[in-house]
């Protein structure tokens, strides 16, 4: 019976946004923006938090349009909160951000330096890592611009930020000290306290690239190298992206599918291919871990090795195995020298020896190859003259100067 005694929310909601756009049109943008915020108060009573922060939204806009930044930090950071209850932290960030933009506008440093903390909390939440990463940097360029004390909530995200995003390695007793000095309303702690349970576990969490074997300080080019993947962590998690640098001179062959079970630890192989010589890198490798309330971005150890330019191999072919000639006459011998390792060959000395009945009839009896590459192949001919009767020989050796192998081949040649 006392139905028509209770207000509908979202009809007074309506009323408010009318009287709005009238105080739009008479030209009080500024009463325009107290309309839409009550609206969006309307909204929320009846958790249509879309609207909601809709109208907070048209509120923080039309106190701008009276340049009024106060008041639109204000109208942001309630839209933002709005956004907080739902776990929509990437959006809340965005909003904290533009905040602490506006308070820096308004020479309030420490509470836009808070906003900020709020935003890096925000994205690190998110596993928008980079966006945070950029927005420390941004606080770092205010303070040196404008030096003032750095909030306890932005000091506790920008410790998170730098353990997550670039692998900081500290002490656990220094992170729980900034935990518990940091200052957050009650719509803010879930975010915080998801960022802080998120952070120690990653302190506790180990991810290690090991070598698959003996450890090697040196490896061949075109060499497989087989990396062996491991992290532990207390709570059972997921791997649910990863990034891997290696340096110019590596290839990966292989990765492996990681499993979608959620493990206290793991392991997998990885397999790699040097392609060019000089110094190597594997790592750092950036995991995030994923598991039941909890999101760990974990930053491995880096394996660092010379790779060494690939072995060459010299085979040498030498025809015709027998020949006969008159005692006067000129034979020609086809000599092919190939490489056929993976590396090139250098300072290949080419020698011809003849038995006491031979002589060179052209060219010299020795030569040098400045280098020959993989898979690459030069001819030469020798041309022996006989000088004497019987079964002559021709020995031809090859010796590359940078492995130092050595190759003899012989020809007969009969003399009638």
């Given at each position: ?314 085979a040498l072919d030498l025809k015709p195995e027998r020949v006969s000639c008159n ?90």
């Amino acid at each position: 019976m006392f139905k028509f005694l209770k207000s509908d929310p979202v009809k007074k909601a309506k009323k408010h946004i009318e009287k709005a756009l009238i105080e739009i049109e008479e030209g009080y943008p500024e009463y325009a923006s107290v309309e839409y915020e009550k609206a969006a108060r309307r909204f929320l009573e009846v958790e249509q938090t879309d609207f909601a922060v809709k109208y907070f939204r048209e509120a923080a806009y039309y106190a701008l349009e009276k340049n009024d930044h106060n008041r639109c930090s204000e109208m942001k950071i309630a839209a933002a909160e709005c956004l907080l209850q739902e776990g929509r932290y990437d959006e809340a960030g965005g909003l904290y951000s533009e905040s602490s933009d506006h308070l820096q506008r308004e020479k309030r440093p420490k509470d836009a330096n808070r906003s900020l903390g709020v935003a890096i909390s925000g994205y690190l939440a998110a596993r928008n890592f980079s966006t945070a990463t950029n927005l420390v940097r941004k606080a770092e360029k205010r303070l040196k611009e404008t030096p003032s004390k750095k909030d306890s909530l932005y000091l506790l995200a920008e410790l998170c930020a730098k353990i997550l995003c670039e692998g900081l390695d500290i002490a656990a007793k220094e992170f729980e000290k900034a935990a518990k000095s940091a200052k957050s309303n009650e719509i803010e702690q879930p975010l915080i306290d998801f960022l802080i349970t998120s952070t120690r576990l990653a302190i506790q969490t180990e991810i290690i690239l090991d070598w698959a074997g003996a450890p090697q300080e040196e490896v061949n080019v075109k060499e497989p190298l087989e990396i062996e993947l491991r992290y532990k962590c207390p709570t059972e998690v997921q791997i649910v992206d990863h990034r891997l640098p290696l340096s110019n001179s590596v290839i990966i062959t292989k990765e492996p599918e990681y499993t979608q079970t959620p493990s206290k630890e793991e392991s997998w192989l990885l397999e790699f291919k040097p392609v060019l010589s000089g110094m190597g890198s594997i790592g750092p490798l950036t995991v995030t871990l994923e598991g039941d309330r909890v999101l760990v971005n974990k930053h491995s150890n880096t394996l660092e090795f010379r790779i060494a330019r690939a072995p060459s191999a010299i085979a040498l072919d030498l025809k015709p195995e027998r020949v006969s000639c008159n005692l006067g006459e000129e034979a020609v011998l086809q000599v092919t020298i190939l490489n056929e390792g993976d590396g090139p060959a250098e300072n290949i000395e080419v020698t011809v020896e003849l038995s006491d009945g031979l002589e060179m009839s052209l060219g010299i009896e020795e030569k040098l190859i400045n280098f020959l590459g993989s898979g690459e192949n030069i001819r030469v001919q020798a041309f022996v003259r006989a000088v004497g009767q019987g079964e002559e020989l021709v020995t031809i050796k090859v010796v590359d100067g940078r492995s130092g192998q050595e190759i003899v081949k012989t020809s007969m040649i009969r003399v009638g």
